[in-house]
Nanobody
Framework: QVQLVESGGGLVQAGGSLRLSCAAS????????MGWFRQAPGKEREFVAA????????DYADSVKGRFTISRDNPKNTVYLEMNSLKSEDTAMYYC??????????????????WGQGTQVTVSS
């Protein structure tokens, strides 16, 4: 069982930066692939970034490549999403996700087992 709690969202101007954190409970955090998804009002939840259990495999959605960076600190049971050069289209609820698999990109979002409650990111233009 894994519980995920996101933090770090907020209101930022276009071009600004935010750092999201996801704190996980459980002693087996290092065995889970982690990732970030987002969902804007009226839209389906979409993949943002994923990181394997070791951190050796990382993937990004094309829309955030070069601007977002995912990382994890296994001893701290935490995964991060550094977001730079934010755009208005990045506005969404951001969710942390976990699943015991090599990488979350092998799954559809509705197949992922664990989710946080979400943190809102709003980018003003």
């Amino acid at each position: 069982q894994v519980q995920l709690v996101e933090s770090g969202g907020g209101l930022v101007q276009a071009g600004g930066s935010l750092r999201l954190s996801c704190a996980a409970s459980g002693r087996t955090f290092s065995t889970y692939a982690m990732g970030w998804f987002r969902q804007a009002p009226g839209k389906e939840r979409e993949f943002v970034a994923a990181i394997s259990w070791s951190g050796g495999s990382i993937d990004y959605a094309d829309s955030v490549k070069g601007r977002f960076t995912i990382s994890r600190d296994n001893p701290k049971n935490t995964v991060y999403l550094e977001m730079n050069s934010l755009k208005s289209e990045d506005t969404a609820m951001y969710y942390c996700a976990a699943h015991r698999v090599r990488s979350l990109i092998t799954l559809r979002w509705y197949e992922i087992e664990y989710w946080g409650q979400g943190t809102q990111v709003t980018v003003s233009s």
